[in-house]
Nanobody, 124 residues
Framework: HVQLVESGGGLLQAAGSLILSCAASQGAFSTFAMGWFRQAPGKDRTFVGGIDLSGGITDYDDSVKDRFTISRDNAKNTVYLQMNSLNPDDTAVYYC?????????????????WGQGTQVTVSS
């Protein structure tokens, strides 16, 4: 079982930047592709982006492409979500998740483990 703990959320103004971290509890971290999802109030949890096992391939939803960057440090069992040019539409609870597939899938059911989420609130 892998435990994931997100951190770094907060309240900030539009156009600001934020880095979220997701730390995994065990060394098998490098065997999982990692994804970031978000859920705004009253909406479904949706794919933000993901990174493959080695960190060489990243995928992003069109809504965040060119603004968000995902990276990972397998030595630290941690995945990061760098968010730039934030706007109020980015307000949501952000979750990281681990998938046994080599490349991060975009669908929730392909992920085995989930973090508890961290709130990001962007004011206009």
């Amino acid at each position: 079982h892998v435990q994931l703990v997100e951190s770094g959320g907060g309240l900030l103004q539009a156009a600001g930047s934020l880095i979220l971290s997701c730390a995994a509890s065990q060394g098998a971290f490098s065997t999982f592709a990692m994804g970031w999802f978000r859920q705004a109030p009253g909406k479904d949890r949706t794919f933000v982006g993901g990174i493959d096992l080695s960190g060489g391939i990243t995928d992003y939803d069109d809504s965040v492409k060119d603004r968000f960057t995902i990276s990972r440090d397998n030595a630290k069992n941690t995945v990061y979500l760098q968010m730039n040019s934030l706007n109020p539409d980015d307000t949501a609870v952000y979750y990281c998740a681990a998938s046994p597939l080599p490349r991060a899938p975009t669908v929730r059911r392909s992920y085995m483990y989930w973090g508890q989420g961290t709130q990001v609130t962007v004011s206009s």
